[in-house]
């Protein structure tokens, strides 16, 4: 999880929990 939010705040774009439901980085 961690690495998520840090892959989340790296982009600055979407929120964990978004990631977490993509089970990926939208960025990516």
Do not use: F
């Not at 999880?1 to 964990?16: C, D, K, Q, Y």
């Amino acid at each position: 999880m961690r690495s998520l939010v840090t892959e989340v705040g790296r982009e600055g774009l979407e929120p964990p929990t978004l990631t977490l439901a993509s089970g990926r980085a939208p960025g990516q």
